[in-house]
């Protein structure tokens, strides 16, 4: 009898596990913990999937439904497995599958730890986590604590910090010994741990994607995942394929036929494109198919337009304004091929250019003499979200606009201070002419989290005449980040109209510390002044006592 008990036991133990919530970290940790047991496992991405998705199964399996415990796709679903015929189904309920599924798989000594604001690097790890028998964790500032009380109650025999992370933590994973591949760039990251799985598994064939979204093949890890882009193929991506052995790539989805066509023609492999499955419900006639099941997860949200074209006969300068409607920070190279009657002038950029999240660039192109009332320009820049990952193509011809101005804005850039109070650069600057200004300020190559980056101000400040202004970056800080950056290297950007910045300054600071900003100091002197007035006051009001 305790035979066959133990029998029904081993039976009844899952043997497919169900993601049941509409977060990306719970879907994602699911099927990795399903994965890591050598399980089978599925996902819903919608309510109405549910029960699809359960009619596609054999009735055979036994279930583990993971669901959330704020926000499931469907409630009540171990309920509605066992009214599709489902025996054995047992739900586990979660707040957060990435903290807490790792508790159930005690034999993991392996560790990687990516940041949760994209989900791209995620995604880029799970063919090594698996290879490796690691476990991801979804890191940022706020769970990191949660993390490393994790971390301290095992034995960890690697840990690898992968693309960015927090400073924070880096900071506290610090003691682990552990390795980091973060270049800057997601491309470049990519290459790094496709390397490092050739180390453990085969590069023969890959699987291509974006990384914008969880599908199951992916997340099986069988082969390694290489970022495409998502129109143009990043220089850095093309060039590891060609000096790899890999033969055969495998396009996820259908969106990205334009990017893959490039791969196929730049580096020769054979790429073939998975794009749906069999229907899951059936109809007459013939059988037809359906999407794949993919699970959107938080990418940066990239876009380049052309604001405007002019001009500018008054300094004979062609002016090209972008607008970025990003929420992050991006990079671009532009071409223009100016279209006149008596032949085209193609002007260009020779280095990257930055441009904060929803902000305006004007690029402007000098000794362009021309004559002609009419005129367009084709333009084709390339970008992204970083310099060396321009994945991104921007394609069009615009009419441009003829003008006849003068920029008189005149601005001097006075210092560089970093207010440890506010958290961010104040940047002095004066306008030192007679009209209005506008300006834009960027730090170049500032080292940030052991990565040189740019940034900068996202709206153009407006400065009045004869006028100083302290324009603010936020930006966070740590003791290292302040010990490499002893000298940072000022940009402004500056002209009369707010959308055309036509002039640049440029300076390089020595950084200096502020540990307070104005309002406090301005608060301590009067908390000074008022001490000194009471003190004075307790002073006279004794003597007075004494001399009665």
Request: aromatic fraction near 10%; include cysteine.
């Amino acid at each position: 009898m305790l035979g066959i008990f133990l029998l029904n036991l081993i039976a009844a133990a899952p043997n497919y596990v169900i993601s049941n919530s509409e977060d990306w970290k719970d879907v994602y940790s699911t099927i990795l913990y399903a994965n890591i047991k050598g399980i089978g496992s599925d996902f819903l991405v919608s309510t109405a999937h549910g029960p699809i998705l359960l009619d596609s199964l054999s009735k055979s399996y036994d279930l583990l439904i993971v669901s959330s415990k704020n926000n499931p796709f469907v409630f009540n679903y171990p309920d509605l497995a066992r009214s599709k015929g489902f025996n054995s189904v047992e739900e586990r309920t979660v707040t957060s599958a990435n903290l807490e599924l790792i508790n159930d798989l005690p034999d993991i000594k392996n560790f990687i730890v990516v940041g949760d604001a994209y989900g791209y690097n995620s995604m880029a790890v799970v063919a090594y986590a698996l290879a490796t028998q690691s476990w991801v964790f979804l890191a940022d500032r706020s769970n990191i604590g949660d993390i490393d009380a994790i971390l301290s109650k095992r034995t960890v025999d690697n840990l690898l910090l992968y693309g960015y992370v927090d400073s924070e933590v880096t900071d506290t994973l610090s003691k682990y010994n552990s390795t980091i591949i973060n270049t800057g760039d997601r491309f470049a990251d990519n290459v790094e741990i496709v390397k490092k799985y050739s180390e453990v598994g085969s590069i023969s064939q890959v699987l291509l994607s974006d990384g914008a979204f969880i599908e199951k093949e992916i997340m099986q890890g069988k082969n390694p995942l290489l970022f495409t882009g998502a129109e143009n193929v990043p220089d850095t991506i093309a060039t590891f394929i060609k000096s790899s052995n890999i033969q055969i790539g495998v396009l996820i989805g259908n969106d990205l036929i334009g990017a893959a066509t490039n791969i196929r023609q730049s580096t020769g492999i054979n790429v073939m494109v998975k794009f749906a499955r069999s229907a899951r419900e059936r109809t007459s006639g013939v059988s037809p198919v359906e999407g794949l099941d993919l699970f959107y997860i938080p990418v940066p949200n990239l876009n380049l337009t052309v604001y405007a074209i002019k001009y500018n006969k008054a300094t004979s300068t062609l002016e090209i304004t972008y607008r970025s409607s990003s929420n992050m920070p991006a990079y671009f190279k532009g071409t223009l091929t100016l279209i006149t009657s008596s032949g085209n002038i193609r002007v260009g950029d020779l280095e990257n250019i930055f441009i904060a999240p929803d902000d305006f660039k004007t690029v402007v192109y000098e000794g362009v003499n021309i004559s002609d009332s009419n005129l367009s320009a084709e333009v084709y820049a390339l970008y992204g979200e970083s310099p060396s990952s321009l994945d991104r193509v921007l394609q069009g011809t615009y009419n441009v606009q003829i003008v006849n101005v003068l920029d008189n804005c005149k601005v001097d850039l006075n210092s560089l201070k970093y207010n440890k109070q506010e958290k961010a650069f104040v940047v002095k600057v004066k306008n030192t002419g007679n009209v209005e200004c506008w300006a834009n300020i960027e730090l170049k190559d500032i080292t940030i989290n052991r990565i040189k980056q740019t940034i900068g101000t996202q709206t153009s400040e407006n400065i009045l005449p004869r006028k100083s202004k302290n324009i603010f970056i936020p930006q966070i800080l740590t003791q290292s980040d302040f010990d490499d950056n002893n000298f940072v290297k000022v940009v402004a950007y500056y002209g009369e109209r707010s959308d055309s910045l036509v002039n640049t300054q440029e300076k390089t600071f020595e950084l200096k510390f502020q540990r307070f900003n104005t309002l406090t100091y301005i608060i301590f002197i009067l908390a000074f002044i008022i001490l000194l007035f009471i003190i004075l006051a307790i002073i006279v009001r004794r003597r007075e006592k004494e001399d009665d």
